[in-house]
């Protein structure tokens, strides 16, 4: 039971250009969402996160897109840089529970120079 | 160093060994993850320390599997009887207490059963 879903396994972009990232949920309880980047061989790194109150939350060239009715979520990068070329995980948890994230399964990231 | 380390980085077993994977979390955050990587997968939730207790052991997928955090510091994995189906990245986490806060992550211990 695949409670965080990212149905795209990879994604190609040229440089300059927008990526988006997206990432479906089905446990309404959620109420915090995170992106990780991950590099092969190293530990994810945290890119950026959204409580639920909110509907966006920017940061540089990255900005997650929250659509609680539609349990959605998206990551935008602009503009697309080739060191973005990595694989990116959406991470959801519950503030009330013991905050333990449940990943997607990630999107492959190529930015095409 | 001020990230998250593990050790051993590689780990390379005999089926029915027993092995140990040991996490240093950040200095001061009180909560602490396992996760495991399985190839084209998302990190899964293996358990969960909010200081020295377990508070969420319910992704241990069986009784093989331990963890302790004996200090509220480092903390050890510990695996018995060790299965082929066991290979896989282990992931440890650690971030502040409280909800809404990102985790930081290891660089994992790439174990391997043979």
């Known amino acids: 039971d695949q409670q965080v879903k990212q149905n795209s396994p990879s994604l190609s972009v040229q440089e300059g250009r927008i990526s988006i990232l997206n990432c479906d949920y089905t446990?309404?309880?959620?109420?915090?969402f995170l992106w990780y980047k991950k590099y092969p061989a190293e530990g994810p790194t945290f890119l950026i996160s959204?409580?639920?109150?909110?509907d966006k939350n920017e940061d540089g060239r990255f900005t997650v897109f929250l659509n609680k009715s539609a349990k959605h979520l998206s990551l935008h990068i602009v503009p697309s840089q080739p060191g973005d070329s990595a694989v990116y995980f959406c991470?959801?948890?519950?503030?009330?529970?013991?905050?333990?994230?449940?990943f997607g399964t990630g999107t492959r990231l190529k930015v095409l120079a | 160093g001020a990230g998250v380390s593990q050790t051993p980085s590689n780990k390379v077993t005999e089926k029915g060994k027993y092995v140990e994977l040991r996490c240093d979390p950040i200095?001061?955050?009180?909560?602490l993850y396992w996760y495991r990587q399985s190839l084209g997968q998302g990190p899964e939730f293996l358990i969960y320390?909010?200081?020295?207790?377990?508070?969420?052991d319910s992704g241990l997928p069986n009784d093989r599997f331990f963890a302790v955090r004996p200090e509220g510091s480092v903390s050890t994995l510990k695996i018995q009887r060790t299965e082929r189906g066991d290979s896989a990245v282990y992931l440890c986490?650690?971030?502040?207490?409280?909800?809404?806060?990102?985790?930081?992550f290891g660089q994992g211990t790439r174990l391997t059963v043979v």
């Open positions: 320390f909010q200081g020295t207790g377990a508070a969420d």
């Open positions: 991470a959801a948890s519950m503030a009330s529970g013991t905050y333990k994230y449940i």
């Open positions: 959204i409580s639920s109150i909110k």
């Open positions: 200095s001061g955050h009180t909560a």
């Open positions: 986490a650690s971030s502040p207490t409280g909800p809404n806060t990102e985790a930081f």
């Open positions: 446990n309404s309880m959620f109420d915090y």
